[in-house]
């Protein structure tokens, strides 16, 4: 399979995925989440000795076609022979790297989180806490999401001791609690509020913002995010979830235009068919 075509099916699988977490109801309120909350950082810790890099490696070598994973199964070979500490963080990052350029972000965050144990900076942390979020958003495994959740949490307060005031570590932070950290959703929204203030054209936070209002049923303040993250620069994925948006305010002929542009944006056999059927959905 060519990496081309695995980024292709990794943008429909996190399209896709992350719908079936947007159910319209509303946010719970921060009382009932901080037990909810709770509940799965129990979760998550004891789930934590299991979920470990192997166990997300496998899944994702099916997914990546037989020559990709032999490669990334030869450096996996090479590190546990590796000897030195040198040799296992040179090997660390070519992991990370190889997993990286498949989009598989679940492995690949294992790797960043080992390369930032070794060098305690803020970036490193920064990009652990990346690939944990993006694991989360893509996986379907309700046994390694929490986990993913619960190291996000520990990589983006790990890059905030390191700098107070980096707008990626808050802007993570504030995903990873909004997505069943131990804090309150409402903090999370509350970080990303922030972020947005300051920076008013943050992709991810308002990407993310505009997610959350899908999932709590606010669906014209997730087109008004939407709209404004297009203006600024057109992509598939918030036309798509702008698409969805119009579709639950029953706007059918924007979805239908929103649609189409994802269609233009992104021509790929598989996406345009399922693209088709709810634009059929939307005109029946």
Same mark, same amino acid.
């Given at each position: 399979?060519? !990496?081309? =075509?695995?980024?292709?099916?990794?943008?429909?699988?996190?399209?896709?995925?992350?719908?079936?977490?947007?159910?319209?109801?509303?946010?719970?309120?921060?009382?009932?989440?901080?037990?909810?909350?709770?509940?799965?950082?129990?979760?998550?810790?004891?789930?934590?000795?299991?979920?470990?890099?192997?166990?997300?490696?496998?899944?994702?070598?099916?997914?990546?076609?037989?020559?990709?994973?032999?490669?990334?199964?030869?450096?996996?070979?090479?590190?546990?022979?590796?000897?030195?500490?040198?040799? /296992?963080?040179?090997?660390?990052?070519?992991?990370?790297?190889?997993?990286?350029?498949?989009?598989?972000? *679940?492995?690949?965050?294992?790797?960043?989180?080992?390369?930032?144990?070794?060098?305690?900076?803020?970036?490193?942390?920064?990009?652990?806490?990346?690939?944990?979020?993006?694991?989360?958003? !893509?996986?379907?495994?309700?046994?390694?999401?929490?986990?993913?959740?619960?190291?996000?949490?520990?990589?983006?307060?790990?890059?905030?001791?390191?700098?107070?005031? *980096?707008?990626?570590? /808050?802007?993570?932070?504030?995903?990873?609690?909004?997505?069943?950290?131990?804090?309150?959703?409402?903090? *999370?929204?509350?970080?990303?509020?922030?972020?947005?203030?300051?920076?008013?054209?943050?992709?991810?936070?308002?990407?993310?913002?505009?997610?959350?209002?899908?999932?709590?049923?606010?669906?014209?303040?997730?087109?008004?995010?939407?709209?404004?993250?297009?203006?600024?620069?057109?992509?598939?994925?918030?036309?798509?979830?702008?698409?969805?948006?119009?579709?639950?305010?029953?706007?059918?002929?924007?979805?239908?235009?929103?649609?189409? =542009?994802?269609?233009?944006?992104?021509?790929?056999?598989?996406?345009?068919?399922?693209?088709?059927?709810?634009?059929?959905?939307?005109?029946?």
């Amino acid at each position: 399979m060519k !990496t081309k =075509q695995i980024v292709v099916i990794s943008i429909v699988v996190a399209i896709m995925a992350y719908l079936s977490f947007l159910h319209p109801v509303g946010l719970v309120k921060p009382k009932e989440t901080r037990s909810s909350g709770g509940s799965k950082v129990v979760e998550a810790k004891a789930a934590n000795a299991n979920v470990t890099v192997d166990y997300v490696s496998a899944p994702a070598k099916q997914l990546i076609g037989a020559n990709l994973a032999a490669q990334i199964s030869d450096l996996e070979s090479k590190l546990k022979d590796a000897s030195s500490d040198a040799d /296992k963080l040179k090997l660390q990052k070519q992991l990370a790297k190889s997993w990286d350029d498949v989009n598989q972000p *679940g492995p690949g965050a294992f790797y960043y989180q080992a390369i930032a144990r070794s060098e305690n900076t803020y970036q490193n942390w920064v990009d652990a806490g990346d690939r944990f979020n993006d694991a989360y958003k !893509t996986s379907q495994d309700t046994v390694a999401q929490p986990v993913f959740v619960l190291n996000a949490v520990e990589a983006f307060q790990n890059a905030q001791k390191l700098n107070p005031d *980096g707008v990626d570590a /808050k802007t993570g932070l504030g995903i990873a609690y909004v997505n069943g950290g131990a804090a309150s959703p409402m903090q *999370g929204i509350a970080l990303l509020l922030d972020v947005v203030k300051k920076d008013p054209n943050n992709r991810k936070a308002n990407l993310n913002l505009g997610l959350f209002a899908m999932k709590s049923g606010q669906y014209q303040k997730a087109v008004d995010r939407f709209t404004n993250m297009i203006k600024q620069k057109a992509e598939v994925e918030p036309y798509f979830y702008l698409a969805e948006s119009y579709k639950q305010l029953g706007m059918k002929n924007e979805a239908i235009n929103a649609y189409e =542009q994802c269609k233009i944006m992104m021509p790929d056999p598989a996406f345009g068919q399922r693209i088709d059927q709810y634009i059929k959905e939307l005109k029946n």
